[in-house]
């Protein structure tokens, strides 16, 4: 990090100076997708998920580096999301996974953006906006037992047809989201076997769907009867892992690095209490550290007491509640410590490792969480 780094995607000419970032390294990136590709083999296309700024990574650097690779759909959360993108000049097909409002359609045709379909109350805004040409592309997503957005899969047949003989819709795809992939692996078969038996019934009405699929990430690395003819992984493009038993299934790399400088260090005697509410009091004399990073850039105040950071090559535990901007940390153990030494908060240091799987777990949270919850305050330095 230097004072110059630019945050070129969010803010062309805005430059940092607070010593927090996060080292975004696409070529990470790159790799676990093909790490994605090797795995379920060329017969299966690849929707990689980018909503939530790409899980905090950045959507538009993510999805071009996809789109090099060759993925062969990108999908996010919504509209804008989409719209985003191809103001970016990215070409790759999206697909809005979350349901929308009438009102935007229009843009959808506009932008050639697919939207997710379930049920009719779209129908109307689509025929209007088509009347006179173009089409929209569309998924129907179909409830197996997520329980959110989604036609119940015992009703979807007659919806179905009626959205397939619209002649202002183009039906590109079906498909459904596991509740419990990885968790519960009784009910995840449940679901793939809904799923199954509505689309024979499908086929049995000669009606053509061309792309047909289920799997998230634990179910692209582990449920290999759920990719039909196409995968939607997320957490894993990003190198995380959502089971701790996937190390020996598939290899991935963390693309994020969360990192900061110390701003000040005190010599400390015994006895004296630490940030907020005082819930650390010191057992003997150390020297304790302040990092200017804090809730508001996305290290949890569950993290108070608990997390560990990494200087010097060293463990050091954070002491104290973390805070909205600051978080102090136990240094009196680190030889040589000084003001503007580096300290990683998740990503390596010498043969020392902080995972993003392993600060969610303290937090009493998940990966996904932590990760996007990477405040924009903190900016994203990228390696190509
Ligand atoms: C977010 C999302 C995914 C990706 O999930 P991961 O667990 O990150 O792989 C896939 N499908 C849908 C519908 C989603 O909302």
Redo the contacts with the bound molecule.
């Keep these: 990090m230097n004072e110059l780094s630019v945050d070129t995607k969010n803010d062309a000419t805005h430059t940092h100076h607070r010593p927090t970032w996060a080292d975004i390294d696409l070529r990470a990136i790159e790799y676990n997708f093909k790490q994605v590709r090797k795995l379920i083999g060329k017969d299966v296309h690849i929707m990689t ?1 980018v ?1 939530a700024n790409a ?1 905090g990574h950045g959507t538009i650097e993510v999805s071009e580096v996809l789109e090099r690779s060759g993925v062969d759909y990108l ?1 996010v ?1 919504t509209t804008d999301e989409a719209v985003r993108i191809r103001d970016h000049n990215i070409k790759t097909p999206i697909l809005v ?1 979350g349901s929308v409002l009438p009102s935007e359609v229009a843009v959808a045709v506009e932008r050639d953006i697919t939207l997710t379909i379930c049920d009719d109350e779209l129908l109307d805004a689509i025929r209007s906006r088509t009347a006179h040409g173009g089409r929209l592309k569309a998924h129907i997503k179909i409830d197996t037992g997520m329980g959110r957005v989604g036609i119940w899969h015992e009703d979807a047949l007659g919806i179905i047809k009626r959205i397939s003989s619209e002649k202002g819709i183009l039906l590109e795809g079906i ?1 459904t ?1 596991f509740s419990s992939a990885g968790r519960d692996d009784f009910f995840t078969a449940y679901q793939i076997e809904a799923f199954e038996k509505l689309l024979s019934s499908i086929e049995k009405n000669w009606i053509k769907i061309p792309l047909k699929h289920a799997a ?3 179910a ?1 690395v582990d449920f290999r009867r759920s990719h039909l003819n196409l995968v ?5 493009i990003y190198g995380m892992y ?1 089971k701790h038993t996937f190390p020996k299934l598939i290899k991935l790399k963390p693309a994020l690095e969360l990192k900061t400088k110390i701003v000040f260090i005190k010599d400390t005697p015994p006895g004296r209490s630490i940030s907020y509410g005082r819930t650390f009091i010191t057992q003997k004399h150390t020297k304790i550290a302040t990092l200017p990073i804090g809730y508001a850039d996305g290290f949890g105040r569950k993290l108070s007491n608990k997390a560990e950071v990494l200087i010097r090559g060293q463990r050091a535990r954070v002491v104290g509640k973390v805070t909205m901007d600051q978080t102090m940390i136990d240094v009196g153990h680190i030889k040589g410590v000084k003001v503007s030494d580096e300290v990683v908060l998740i990503g390596r240091q010498g043969k020392e490792e902080i995972r993003t799987e392993n600060l969610a777990r303290m937090a009493d949270s998940i990966a ?1 969480e932590v990760i996007c919850g990477i405040s924009n305050r903190v900016p994203r330095i990228y390696k190509r």
């Design positions: 998920v909503k899980y999908g959360a996974l498909y989201h998230n990430s634990i692209t939607r992984p997320g957490l894993i959502p996904y």
